[in-house]
Nanobody, 121 residues
Framework: QVQLVESGGGLVQPGGSLRLSCAASGSIFSINSMVWYRQAPGKERELVAVITRGGSTIYADSVKGRFTISRDNAKNTGSLQMNSLKPEDAAVYYC???????????????WGKGTLVTVSS
């Protein structure tokens, strides 16, 4: 069994910064991609950033230049550094990891429960 736990959300003023973390635990052989999504009230969940095991990254246009995704393969953790936050960045942020639980097993998608980011003055 694998668990994914996000942390680091909170209230921040426009222009401020937050760093979200995502920690995977349990039966983990390897983690392929790690992905951050967000969902604002009344809106669909949207992809924010992706990082592959090798460190390649993809960002949504709305966060390019402001957010930075990273990971520590040795610790099975990921992070999302969010700078220059805007009110429209407010949402519940979810971490997803594509995890291989054992040698030769199929990769599975594991989701955290989310962490709330509020951007308001």
């Amino acid at each position: 069994q694998v668990q994914l736990v996000e942390s680091g959300g909170g209230l921040v003023q426009p222009g401020g910064s937050l760093r979200l973390s995502c920690a995977a635990s349990g039966s983990i052989f390897s983690i392929n991609s790690m992905v951050w999504y967000r969902q604002a009230p009344g809106k669909e969940r949207e992809l924010v950033a992706v990082i592959t095991r090798g460190g390649s990254t993809i960002y949504a246009d709305s966060v390019k230049g402001r957010f930075t995704i990273s990971r520590d393969n040795a610790k099975n953790t990921g992070s999302l550094q969010m700078n220059s936050l805007k009110p429209e960045d407010a949402a519940v942020y979810y971490c997803k990891a594509v995890i291989v639980t054992s040698y030769r097993s199929t990769a599975i998608d594991c989701w955290g429960k989310g962490t709330l980011v509020t951007v308001s003055s």
